[in-house]
């Protein structure tokens, strides 16, 4: 790894499955990462499709566990919920929203193209800080357990990538080409201002 590591944010919409299986396998390679949700709320399934289990983002998973425990162990057993807060509540506490986040990041990875254009959206609204590049690269990945992990371990290929390569040359037809995914790459001089967008 380099000596000044990557700081980077992985974000889906209600920081559960694809942000948070992205974080433990980045954490797991001593990545600098934090993840991230954009919605207004969290949004788990629910026992039909028009019946989600809603939280507050200040929800912690270990009460979202509990509330789904007591509602029907067997239902959110059999579908992974349980299993899927289990290991989020090991890794911190509660889900986090990116546009209320003001740390400075490296890499923003978002796991949708709707999600990307939240985050840069959010990042063109704030005021200028610094002059830092940060790079927004969206990778779409479906919002199952199986397309989650496959994803995770994408980003951590693209990280290592992006962590090696000085001047951040990578080329986006690689990962296009390997995963099968379509890459959206926006990079900013400054926050409230975007230089080019690559496809």
């Known amino acids: 790894m380099p000596s000044t590591p990557l700081r980077v944010a992985v974000v889906c919409s209600s920081n559960q499955n694809r942000s948070m299986e992205a974080h433990n396998i980045l954490s797991k390679r001593s990545f600098n990462v934090r993840s991230f949700g954009t919605g207004t709320h969290v949004k788990l399934p629910g026992p039909a499709p028009d019946k989600p289990n809603v939280y507050d983002f200040k929800t912690t998973y270990e009460q979202m566990y509990n509330d789904l425990l007591k509602k029907d162990k067997e239902l959110y057993t059999q579908n992974g919920i349980l299993h899927m807060l289990d290991r989020n509540k090991r890794i911190k506490p509660r889900p986090e929203r990116f546009q209320n986040c003001k740390d400075h990041f490296d890499l923003v990875i978002t796991c949708e193209e709707r999600v990307y254009d939240q985050v840069v959206e959010d990042l ?13 690269i ?12 496959l994803g995770a371990f994408l980003i951590c290929e693209l990280c290592q990538c992006v962590s090696f390569s000085k001047l951040w040359g990578f080329r986006t037809e690689y990962f296009e080409k390997i995963s099968r995914r379509r890459l959206l790459i926006q990079l900013q001089e400054k926050e409230s201002e975007p230089l080019g967008t690559l496809t």
């Open 138 to 149: 969206n990778v779409d990945i479906q919002d199952n357990h199986e397309e989650a992990t």
């Open 124 to 136: 063109n609204s704030r005021e200028q800080e610094t002059c830092q590049p940060v790079h927004v």
